[in-house]
């Protein structure tokens, strides 16, 4: 069974570890929504002070929830409503400090306070966002987005897109 390091240090280093270690346990399964699951898991078992980790799938003008861990979420998000919403409207991370000050922001968990989007792309086509919320307020610095987006890129390798987008 694969048990994930975890430590407080939040350093490209740490990443560079995740990034090993998420390889490692992707390995021999290519199983989109099972490595989506795992990669999940993976991320509230290795970071500190989150409360939600989990991916919202593109389908028409829309994100619909797909694997994640935290507490029960919204089912479906338009593109451009909330912090999952811009990502995916504007094909842009977003890192949002406080989500209380973001306009419009969708409030599925109220003890969330900060969180970090990223929009995953094959090719071209949008197939959705992974989202991370802690209860703190900022969070999520620069290296948490480029080790995030590190991470991501590591998932999509491993991982087989079996329908379509």
């Known amino acids: 069974m694969f048990t994930p390091e975890t430590s407080s240090e939040s350093s ?64 479906r998000i338009p593109f451009g409503r909330g912090v999952c919403g811009k990502a995916a409207m504007t094909a842009t991370t977003q890192r949002i400090a406080n989500v209380h000050e973001f306009e419009g922001h969708i409030a599925c968990d109220a003890a969330s306070a900060s969180e970090l989007v990223v929009p995953i792309f094959v090719g071209e086509t949008l197939l959705g966002v992974f989202d991370i919320d802690s209860p703190s307020v900022a969070r999520f610095s620069e290296v948490d987005q480029v080790g995030i987006q590190a991470l991501l890129a590591t998932f999509l390798q491993a991982t087989t897109i079996q329908w379509s987008i």
């Open 12 to 75: 490209e280093h740490y990443y560079q570890s995740l990034n090993e270690q998420l390889a490692a346990l992707l390995t021999d399964e290519t199983d989109f929504i099972c490595n989506a699951a795992q990669f999940s898991a993976f991320i509230m078992q290795t970071l500190d002070d989150l409360n939600w980790a989990g991916f919202y799938f593109a389908r028409d003008n829309e994100l619909v929830l797909g694997p994640y861990v935290g507490k029960v979420a919204c089912t």
